[in-house]
């Protein structure tokens, strides 16, 4: 057998394995119950609001939950980022925000800037995401060609296991946006984001139980009802401050 049919061999068993893990995920998460749900929504955005690694964030990417993919909820986190507090200024410093919209079936993904609630608006899913224009036209910032890095990026998952590895949903958008970021800050010199994902307790796996493939890029911190759980030397090093 030569070295690319094993090859091919091993990324179709990881490909198995990936596909049992996400039936059994799936099944976990449609028999939880929708209270556990809600409450483990309110807990995990409640930490990560109070993480010093987000309150010190400048810019930030996240998802936008959506309910009928069973994500954990961020429509909380959205919405202290967005709104202005009563005396008229953001929560802690303002932050910018740029958030997904699907381009194609190709794994394509762009992060565009938006500034309220209101810039989102439903996809052929019903998944809410920013037109590529704002209401007077104007093309909105793509992360990818912002001047400034940025700092987080809260991402969604299936599962994920406590060596950081993440388990999608079989698109590779997240893979692929994140292996294009990194290659971004790396040629302009940046330090790279903090890479953490929310989770429910039940997606959570012990060390490497997630098969994995080159192009999967890993995360630096999970958030789940327990706590923050730092996997790298990144997330331990930022456990108190991004600067």
């Known amino acids: 057998m ?38 483990e929504d309110d807990i995990i955005q409640s930490i990560v609001l109070e993480a010093p690694w987000f309150k010190s964030s400048k810019r930030l990417c996240a998802y936008i939950s959506c309910s009928a993919l069973r994500e954990v909820d961020t429509s909380k986190l959205l919405s202290q980022i967005l709104s202005p507090a009563p005396d008229g200024n953001k929560l802690q ?44 036209g104007n093309a909105r910032e793509d992360v990818m060609h912002a001047n400034d890095p940025v700092d987080l990026f809260i991402l969604p998952g ?4 406590r060596s950081g ?21 790396k040629e302009k010199n940046w330090r790279l984001p903090l890479f953490v994902a929310l989770s429910y307790s039940v997606q959570i796996m012990d060390e490497e139980v997630i098969p994995v493939t080159p192009n ?3 995360v630096d911190a999970l958030v789940s009802p327990t706590g923050v759980i730092p996997i790298t030397s990144a997330a331990l090093g930022r456990a108190c401050v991004i600067e």
């Open 2 to 39: 030569s070295n690319n049919d094993q090859e091919a061999d091993n990324l179709e068993s990881v490909f198995k394995k990936k596909r049992i893990i996400r039936s059994n995920v799936r099944q976990t998460l449609k028999s939880m119950d929708p209270s556990l749900r809600s409450q």
């Open 93 to 136: 410093t303002a932050k910018i925000l740029y958030v997904p919209r699907v381009e194609d079936k190709n794994s394509n993904m762009r992060m565009f800037n938006i500034s309220r609630i209101d810039d989102l608006v439903a996809n052929s899913m019903n998944i809410l995401e920013p037109a590529s224009v704002d209401a007077d």
């Open 158 to 161: 299936l599962a994920f296991d």
């Open 165 to 185: 590895r993440r388990l999608g949903r079989g698109g590779g958008y997240y893979d692929t946006f994140l292996k294009n970021y990194k290659e971004l800050a």
């Open 216 to 218: 999967d890029v890993l």
